[in-house]
């Protein structure tokens, strides 16, 4: 059996992710990346999406670019290199639910969720002022005219400066086809979703974990109507992070993240408009473990992947 390759030490580690990370087009720390991305129009949402190659002429000469076409398009995994902030975390396995809530009256919706902020490790501490010049760009280019409350990405500042929020929507309803494959009646063809079949149990919705008696019973209100998609978070080795331990390797981590960028323009009669942002993961990597101060609370149509290589990227499109 062949051995493991040799890990780089530290520091090329993360000259080695930098470079890999600007070479995508879309990291947020290099600010060509705005040549990189579109906002489309989806329904009652407008999608981030990755910019179409503008066609080329001999001599390397660009031809006109065509009308753009909203009607099929590539999501834009965009990333950055994140601490995730210990004082406002809430990816847990149940976001910490506590029973029917204004946020959350269904826990079949619930979301859980974290805030990130400037990581201090070389070279990515120098790139932070990009990355937060590049979301608010991101912002301002699909913001409402005349709207002025723009809410759901940025949050306050912390001791390390700007930070902003991200989720993972945590339930996805199945429809007649899965429902029909998981009551047997199916014709033998297996659901869309069967790639997730080769994951440990543990991250299946049957031994989905919970951490109070009111996440319990939404669990149980929901396992035969929905499936759960893990948060698609890596260690150090590449391995999915057990749900049971979110907590432990998370909080205070450093992370490569990837995420996609979403808007609503959302107003009502007599009530001031607003622009509202939700930023969703597509993949974190832990690159640095969170220091040993951090200590659990707990005891302890989207695909996942069981190990991830530590150079990989998301490189697959996700079409619309």
Same mark, same amino acid.
């Given at each position: 059996?062949?051995?493991?390759?040799?890990?780089?030490?530290?520091?090329?580690?993360?000259?080695?992710?930098?470079? $890999?990370?600007?070479?995508?087009?879309?990291? %947020?720390?290099?600010?060509?990346?705005?040549?990189?991305?579109?906002?489309?129009?989806?329904?009652?949402?407008?999608?981030?999406?990755?910019?179409?190659?503008?066609?080329?002429?001999?001599?390397?000469?660009?031809?006109?670019?065509?009308?753009?076409?909203?009607?099929?398009?590539?999501?834009?995994?965009?990333?950055?290199?994140?601490?995730?902030?210990?004082?406002?975390?809430?990816?847990?396995?149940?976001?910490?639910?506590?029973?029917?809530?204004?946020?959350?009256?269904?826990?079949?919706?619930?979301?859980?969720?974290?805030?990130?902020?400037?990581?201090?490790?070389?070279?990515?501490?120098?790139?932070?002022?990009?990355?937060?010049?590049? %979301?608010?760009?991101?912002?301002?280019?699909?913001?409402?005219?005349?709207?002025?409350?723009?809410?759901?990405?940025?949050?306050?500042?912390?001791?390390?400066?700007? $930070?902003?929020?991200?989720?993972?929507?945590?339930?996805?309803?199945?429809?007649?086809?899965?429902?029909?494959?998981?009551?047997?009646?199916?014709?033998?063809?297996?659901?869309?979703?069967?790639?997730?079949?080769?994951?440990?149990?543990?991250?299946?919705?049957?031994?989905?974990?919970?951490?109070?008696?009111?996440?319990?019973?939404? %669990?149980?209100?929901?396992?035969?109507?929905?499936?759960?998609?893990?948060?698609?978070?890596?260690?150090?080795?590449?391995?999915?992070?057990?749900?049971?331990?979110?907590?432990?390797?998370?909080?205070?981590?450093?992370?490569?993240?990837?995420?996609?960028?979403?808007?609503?323009?959302?107003?009502?009669?007599?009530?001031?408009?607003?622009?509202?942002?939700?930023?969703?993961?597509?993949?974190?990597?832990?690159?640095?473990?969170?220091?040993?101060?951090?200590?659990? $609370?707990?005891?302890?149509?989207?695909?996942?992947?069981?190990?991830?290589?530590?150079?990989?990227?998301?490189?697959?499109?996700?079409?619309?």
């Amino acid at each position: 059996m062949p051995g493991k390759p040799a890990k780089p030490n530290t520091p090329t580690r993360f000259v080695q992710a930098h470079q $890999r990370l600007v070479e995508t087009g879309l990291y %947020l720390g290099d600010m060509s990346f705005q040549d990189s991305v579109r906002w489309v129009r989806n329904g009652c949402a407008d999608r981030l999406a990755i910019k179409p190659a503008e066609p080329q002429g001999g001599a390397g000469k660009r031809l006109p670019s065509p009308p753009p076409d909203d009607s099929s398009f590539d999501l834009a995994p965009i990333s950055a290199v994140v601490q995730i902030d210990s004082n406002d975390y809430w990816l847990t396995a149940d976001a910490n639910y506590r029973g029917p809530s204004e946020i959350w009256p269904d826990f079949a919706i619930i979301k859980p969720s974290c805030v990130v902020q400037m990581p201090d490790i070389t070279p990515f501490t120098a790139d932070w002022a990009n990355v937060m010049d590049n %979301l608010r760009w991101l912002q301002d280019a699909i913001a409402t005219p005349k709207f002025t409350t723009k809410q759901g990405l940025f949050t306050t500042a912390g001791p390390c400066g700007p $930070r902003f929020r991200l989720r993972h929507v945590l339930f996805e309803a199945l429809d007649a086809d899965d429902l029909a494959v998981r009551d047997g009646a199916g014709s033998g063809a297996q659901s869309d979703k069967d790639e997730t079949n080769d994951l440990d149990p543990i991250f299946s919705i049957e031994n989905w974990p919970t951490f109070s008696d009111a996440a319990r019973g939404g %669990l149980d209100s929901i396992r035969q109507t929905h499936q759960v998609i893990p948060i698609p978070a890596y260690d150090l080795e590449g391995k999915l992070i057990d749900p049971r331990f979110y907590h432990h390797y998370l909080e205070g981590a450093v992370v490569e993240l990837h995420f996609n960028l979403s808007h609503w323009s959302i107003s009502r009669q007599g009530i001031p408009g607003k622009d509202v942002y939700t930023a969703d993961i597509v993949m974190m990597h832990v690159l640095v473990p969170p220091h040993a101060s951090v200590t659990p $609370r707990t005891p302890l149509k989207r695909k996942v992947s069981a190990y991830i290589h530590p150079d990989s990227s998301p490189t697959k499109r996700l079409k619309v």
